[in-house]
């Protein structure tokens, strides 16, 4: 149900489409998020980005049908990249699910 990437740079197209059982990913290396990328996971509540620069979201779907996208999830950023995420392209249709480090539990 918790999976952590560290050395993973990119989630490609579908790359965790539909992984019902997932609920918490840790990915502190990556750079970019693919289309559909966590698609369908149904139970996806915490998603951590933790590298020192706004990773890329190529679609604002690679959360659809989550958790995050319905408003119950969260994605947790390095404090001082919070309002650069909020605002960047694609993941500002998440800004209220985009809490800092700090908070996470």
Do not use: E, M, R
């Not at 560290?6 to 998020?33: D, E, G, K, M, R």
């Not at 998603?47 to 049908?65: D, E, H, I, P, Y």
């Not at 958790?67 to 309002?83: K, R």
């Amino acid at each position: 149900t918790t999976l952590s990437l560290p050395a993973v740079t990119s989630i490609s197209n579908y790359a965790f489409h539909h992984c019902s059982a997932l609920t918490s990913v840790a990915l502190p290396a990556v750079t970019s998020i693919s289309s559909n990328a966590f698609q369908g996971c149904t139970k996806l509540t915490s998603l951590t980005l933790s590298k020192n620069q706004v990773a890329t979201l190529s679609n604002t779907n690679a959360f659809t049908s989550t958790p995050i996208a319905t408003g119950t999830g969260h994605i947790y950023v390095p404090d001082h990249l919070v309002d650069q995420y909020k605002t960047a392209t694609n993941w500002k249709t998440y800004a209220n699910q985009i809490l800092p480090l700090s908070q996470k539990p």
